[in-house]
C-alpha cells in the first residue's frame, strides 16, 4: 500500500501567496468530487463483471481481488491535493456581476 504524506503547511503557503486559500480548498473540494466519482464508476464497470450466484454462504474472490485493487487506490482528496501542489490543478473563477445593475 502506498503511503501518502501531505503537508498542509506546505500547500496553505504556496496557495497563500496568491491571496485564495478558501478558494482553493473549494477547487480541490470539486476535483476530489471528481475523481471520487470516476472511481466508483471504475468499481461499477469492474464489478459488473463478476458473476454474483445470489448465494451468501460462498465466497466470491473476483470480488475481494477487485475491492483489494480499489482499497490501493488513494483518497479522492489526497489525489486533489496532490494535484493541486503540483500544479496540475487549474481553475477559474467566474467573474462576478456589478452589485450596482441588480439592484436598480
Same mark, same amino acid.
Given at each position: /500500500?502506498?503511503?501518502?504524506?501531505?503537508? +498542509?503547511? @506546505?500547500?496553505?503557503?504556496?496557495?497563500? %501567496? @496568491?491571496?485564495? !486559500?478558501?478558494?482553493?480548498?473549494?477547487? /480541490?473540494?470539486?476535483?476530489?468530487? %471528481?475523481?471520487?466519482?470516476?472511481?466508483?464508476?471504475?468499481? *461499477?464497470?469492474?464489478?459488473?463483471?463478476?458473476?454474483?450466484?445470489?448465494?451468501?454462504?460462498?465466497?466470491? &474472490?473476483?470480488?475481494?481481488? !477487485?475491492s483489494r485493487?480499489?482499497?490501493?487506490? +488513494?483518497? +479522492?482528496?489526497? !489525489?486533489?491535493? @496532490?494535484? /493541486? &501542489?503540483? *500544479? @496540475?490543478?487549474?481553475?477559474?473563477? +467566474?467573474?462576478?456581476?456589478?452589485?450596482?445593475?441588480?439592484?436598480?
Amino acid at each position: /500500500m502506498d503511503i501518502y504524506t501531505v503537508n +498542509p503547511v @506546505k500547500v496553505r503557503m504556496k496557495e497563500s %501567496q @496568491k491571496g485564495i !486559500i478558501y478558494k482553493s480548498i473549494v477547487a /480541490m473540494g470539486f476535483r476530489a468530487r %471528481q475523481v471520487n466519482d470516476f472511481i466508483k464508476s471504475e468499481l *461499477n464497470v469492474r464489478m459488473a463483471d463478476v458473476i454474483d450466484t445470489g448465494e451468501t454462504d460462498t465466497v466470491n &474472490f473476483d470480488q475481494i481481488a !477487485i475491492s483489494r485493487e480499489f482499497d490501493r487506490i +488513494p483518497k +479522492p482528496t489526497f !489525489i486533489a491535493m @496532490k494535484e /493541486m &501542489f503540483e *500544479n @496540475k490543478l487549474t481553475y477559474t473563477l +467566474p467573474e462576478l456581476e456589478d452589485t450596482d445593475k441588480i439592484i436598480k
